[in-house]
T-cell receptor, first 114, second 117 residues
Framework: KNQVEQSPQSLIILEGKNCTLQ??????????LRWYKQDTGRGPVSLTI?????NTKSNGRYTATLDADTKQSSLHITASQLSDSASYIC?????????????FGKGTHLIIQP | GAVVSQHPSRVICKSGTSVKIECRSL??????MFWYRQFPKQSLMLMAT?????????EQGVEKDKFLINHASLTLSTLTVTSAHPEDSSFYIC?????????????FGPGTRLTVL
C-alpha cells in the first residue's frame, strides 16, 4: 500500500530559527516527490518537485532533499519568518499513476512565534 | 507558475439546497482536473477525477449522484453538491494537471469553504 508519513505532526519554533520537516514514503514505483505549503483556508502551493535523479532542490529559503534509496525526503526552512506558519504537505506520485496516483502525507503544521 | 481559480471562495447554504463550485485553469488547458475535500487538520482526500468531455471517475465511497462533476471545456470544471447536508460542510479544493513541462504538475485552486446550516 502506498503511504506517505510526515513528521513531526506539528512544530513550534521562534522566528529566525531553522527547522527541518521529514517525509518517508513507500510509494512504488516512484515518479516524483513534491512539497506544498498550505496556508489556513487556502489551497496548497507548490514549493519544490523532485524526480528520482534529483537529490536536492531549493526555492528561496526552502531546501528539499530526496534520498530515493531510503525513500526519505526533508524540507529545510532557513531563517524562518512569521509568514512561514502553515501546513507543509509531502506528496508522492507513482509512475504511471498520473495525477490521480498522488499519495498525500497528512502534513506538518508549523507555527512560527515572534 | 500556472494559476487555478475557484469560485466562490466560501458559501453558506441551507440544508437541502444545491451548491455549484467552479474551478478554472486561467493560463493553460487542463484535460484533467481533480476535486478534493479537506476536513480540519486532515490531509486532502481525492473525491473524483474530472476528464474533459467524458464522465468523471469517482473514488470509492464518494456518491456520484450527490457530487455532480461537469468538465465541459478545457479550462472549466464544476462540482455541484446536491441536496447538501451539514455533514457536507468542508473545504473543497480543485486542481488542474499541467502537461506542458517535462514533469506533469498539479496546480491547486485556493479552495472553497462550504458551510451547510
Amino acid at each position: 500500500k502506498n503511504q506517505v508519513e510526515q513528521s513531526p505532526q506539528s512544530l513550534i519554533i521562534l522566528e529566525g530559527k531553522n527547522c527541518t520537516l521529514q517525509c518517508n514514503y513507500t510509494v512504488s514505483p516512484f515518479s516524483n516527490l513534491r512539497w506544498y505549503k498550505q496556508d489556513t483556508g487556502r489551497g496548497p502551493v507548490s514549493l519544490t518537485i523532485m524526480t528520482f535523479s534529483e537529490n536536492t532542490k531549493s526555492n528561496g529559503r526552502y531546501t528539499a532533499t530526496l534520498d530515493a534509496d531510503t525513500k526519505q525526503s526533508s524540507l529545510h526552512i532557513t531563517a524562518s519568518q512569521l509568514s512561514d506558519s502553515a501546513s507543509y504537505i509531502c506528496v508522492v506520485s507513482f509512475a504511471g499513476g498520473g495525477a490521480d496516483g498522488l499519495t498525500f502525507g497528512k502534513g506538518t503544521h508549523l507555527i512560527i512565534q515572534p | 507558475g500556472a494559476v487555478v481559480s475557484q469560485h466562490p471562495s466560501r458559501v453558506i447554504c441551507k440544508s437541502g439546497t444545491s451548491v455549484k463550485i467552479e474551478c478554472r485553469s486561467l493560463d493553460f488547458q487542463a484535460t484533467t482536473m481533480f476535486w478534493y475535500r479537506q476536513f480540519p487538520k486532515q490531509s486532502l482526500m481525492l473525491m473524483a477525477t474530472s476528464n474533459e468531455g467524458s464522465k468523471a471517475t469517482y473514488e470509492q465511497g464518494v456518491e456520484k449522484d450527490k457530487f455532480l462533476i461537469n468538465h465541459a471545456s478545457l479550462t472549466l470544471s464544476t462540482l455541484t453538491v446536491t441536496s447538501a447536508h451539514p455533514e457536507d460542510s468542508s473545504f473543497y479544493i480543485c486542481s488542474a494537471r499541467d502537461w506542458r513541462g517535462s514533469t506533469d504538475t498539479q496546480y491547486f485552486g485556493p479552495g472553497t469553504r462550504l458551510t451547510v446550516l
